[in-house]
Structure formats: structure tokens, C-alpha cells
């Protein structure tokens, strides 16, 4: 089991890792699986541009691009999140960088766990299910 952080083109720190690395186990494990390998790179709009179109033919900024290498019950992959998208979101939404940035952490983990967003009505249930992880991390210590 391992969930690991790095950068890249971006000056940025996780506030607490253990409590994140804690969030995501216990969402994993509430839905039956284990943890395999999950790596999140904090990274620029530019390095993020750059995957979207080197990996998935999109030539658009986001704020999340995951890799889903999930094999049975282990959940793997790469989820790339930009930081520079995740603060402009948090400004246009009015909400708090931290709380934007968990929302996108958790997003990450939804579609690993089998979460699509494609649909209106997957996209409502991935609001849902993001909302309800969020209150989760209010609890944690």
C-alpha cells in the first residue's frame, strides 16, 4: 500500500499528508477495496496542458487527469492535479483553495473507484459522492 506526493513545475506543499493519505484509505476500504499504488503529482497548468494532449488527444486546461491502473479489488494510478486550475476554480466558486483541492484529491479516487462524470446524472452522483467525502475529511483528525 502506498499513496505518495511530488511536484512538478509548481511551488506547492500538502498541508498534511497523513490525514490525506488516512481520507483516501478509508474511503477505498468503504467501498471493499485495498490500496495498491496511488500517485498524486501537484503540478503547472502548462504540465497539465502538456499530458491532456500527449495522452488523451485534449487540447484544454483541467484540473485532474487520472490514470487508472485499478486490477480487481487494489486500486492503482496516477492522478495529475493542477495546481494553477485548482486555485482559479477556488476563486470562481468562491470557495476555499483547501477545500477545492480535496474535492479534486477525492475526484481523483471516485472515478479509480469506478465514478464517471460523463453524463449529467453520473455527474450529479460524482457531486454527491465528492460532497459526502468532504464531510468525511471535516471528521478526521
Not at 483553495?97 to 465514478?115: P, S
Request: charged letters at 30%.
Amino acid at each position: 500500500m502506498a499513496i505518495s506526493f511530488s511536484t512538478q513545475d509548481v511551488e506547492f506543499t500538502l498541508d498534511d499528508e497523513q490525514k490525506v493519505k488516512k481520507w483516501i484509505t478509508t474511503i477505498v476500504n468503504a467501498h471493499s477495496m485495498t490500496i495498491g499504488v496511488i500517485s498524486y503529482l501537484f503540478c503547472s497548468d502548462e504540465v497539465e496542458l502538456d499530458a491532456n494532449r500527449t495522452f488523451l488527444n485534449h487540447d484544454t486546461y483541467t484540473d485532474i487527469i487520472t490514470f487508472d491502473y485499478v486490477e480487481g479489488s487494489v486500486v492503482s494510478g496516477d492522478i495529475m492535479i493542477s495546481v494553477d486550475r485548482v486555485r482559479e476554480n477556488a476563486s470562481i466558486f468562491n470557495v476555499p483553495f483547501e477545500n477545492e483541492l480535496n474535492r479534486v484529491i477525492i475526484h481523483g479516487i471516485l472515478h479509480l473507484l469506478g465514478q464517471k462524470d460523463k453524463s449529467e446524472e453520473d455527474a450529479a452522483q460524482m457531486r454527491k459522492r465528492e460532497e459526502d467525502a468532504l464531510q468525511l475529511w471535516k471528521t478526521m483528525d
